[in-house]
C-alpha cells in the first residue's frame, strides 16, 4: 500500500504540473501548443472553459482508443480528469501573469514546455497507465503500421489544423512547441536518468486487483 500512496502521489505530481505547464504555455501569448489550439478553438464555439473542452475530448479519446483495442489505466482516467481541472483552477485563480513581447513569451514558453516535461515523467513513471492523447498515439501506431513519431506528427498536425478552423490561436509559440518538446523530454528523461519504454503500465484492472491483495 505504501507503494501504492507513493506512486499515486507522483501521478497526481505530474498531472498538476503538466496542467501548470500548459498554462504558462498560453500565458505567453504568442500561440497555442497543439492541443491547446484545439481546444481553445472548441471553447470558442462552444463557450465552455478550456478545462471543461480537455475533459470532454479527453473522454471521447478513451472511448475511441478502447474501440481500436487500447487498455485503458487509473492514470489514462486521471489524466483525463484532472488535467482539465487544474487547469481551470490555475486560470480562476490568475497567479500567472499574461505577457505582451515575443522575447518574454519565447522564455515563458520554453518555460512552461520544460515544466510540462518534468510532469510527464512523474506521471509516466508512476506506471498507471498513459494518458489519453497519449494512447491515442499507441493506438494509431498499432493500426496503421506507421512509426510513433509519424503517427504522433499526424495527429499533431491535425489537431492543429482543426483548432486553427475553430479559431485557436496559432502562432510562434505554436512552431516552438512542436520543435522543442521533445528536446525537453528527451533532456529531463536524461537527467532523471529514466527510460519511459522500461515502464509496465498498469490496467486499470490490474490496479484493482493489486488493491484488494
Same mark, same amino acid.
Given at each position: 500500500m505504501g507503494n501504492f500512496i507513493k506512486r499515486?502521489?507522483? +501521478?497526481?505530481?505530474?498531472?498538476?504540473?503538466?496542467? *501548470?505547464?500548459? &498554462?504558462?504555455?498560453?500565458?505567453?501569448?504568442?500561440?497555442?501548443?497543439?492541443? %491547446?489550439?484545439?481546444?481553445?478553438?472548441?471553447?470558442?464555439? /462552444?463557450?465552455? /472553459?478550456?478545462?471543461? &473542452? /480537455?475533459?470532454? &475530448?479527453? *473522454? @471521447?479519446?478513451?472511448?475511441v482508443v478502447l474501440l481500436m483495442g487500447e487498455k485503458l489505466g487509473v492514470g489514462t482516467i486521471l489524466n483525463m +480528469?484532472?488535467?482539465?481541472?487544474? =487547469? $481551470?483552477?490555475?486560470? $480562476?485563480?490568475?497567479?500567472?501573469? %499574461?505577457?505582451?513581447?515575443?522575447?518574454?513569451?519565447? =522564455?515563458? *514558453? +520554453?518555460?512552461? @514546455?520544460?515544466? @510540462?516535461?518534468?510532469?510527464?515523467?512523474?506521471?509516466? $513513471? /508512476?506506471s498507471f497507465g498513459a494518458g489519453p492523447r497519449d494512447s491515442l498515439m499507441v493506438a494509431v501506431e498499432r493500426k496503421t503500421g506507421l512509426e510513433v513519431g509519424v503517427a504522433r506528427g499526424i495527429i499533431e498536425v491535425s489537431v492543429v489544423f482543426i483548432g486553427w478552423l475553430l479559431g485557436g490561436p496559432v502562432g510562434l509559440g505554436t512552431i516552438l512547441a512542436a520543435i522543442s518538446f521533445g528536446f525537453f523530454i528527451q533532456l529531463v528523461f536524461k537527467l532523471m536518468n529514466f527510460d519511459a519504454a522500461e515502464? %509496465?503500465?498498469e490496467t486499470f484492472t490490474q490496479t484493482v486487483k493489486n488493491l484488494s491483495k
Open positions: 499515486f502521489i507522483k +501521478l497526481m505530481v505530474g498531472l498538476f504540473l503538466y496542467s *501548470l505547464g500548459i &498554462v504558462i504555455t498560453m500565458k505567453a501569448n504568442i500561440g497555442f501548443a497543439s492541443w %491547446e489550439v484545439f481546444h481553445k478553438g472548441i471553447s470558442n464555439i /462552444s463557450g465552455i /472553459s478550456i478545462g471543461q &473542452v /480537455s475533459i470532454i &475530448v479527453g *473522454l @471521447i479519446i478513451c472511448g +480528469l484532472f488535467i482539465g481541472i487544474f =487547469i $481551470d483552477l490555475i486560470m $480562476d485563480f490568475n497567479f500567472i501573469p %499574461e505577457v505582451n513581447t515575443y522575447t518574454a513569451g519565447i =522564455i515563458m *514558453l +520554453l518555460a512552461g @514546455i520544460l515544466i @510540462i516535461a518534468f510532469a510527464t515523467y512523474f506521471y509516466i $513513471d /508512476s515502464i %509496465e503500465h
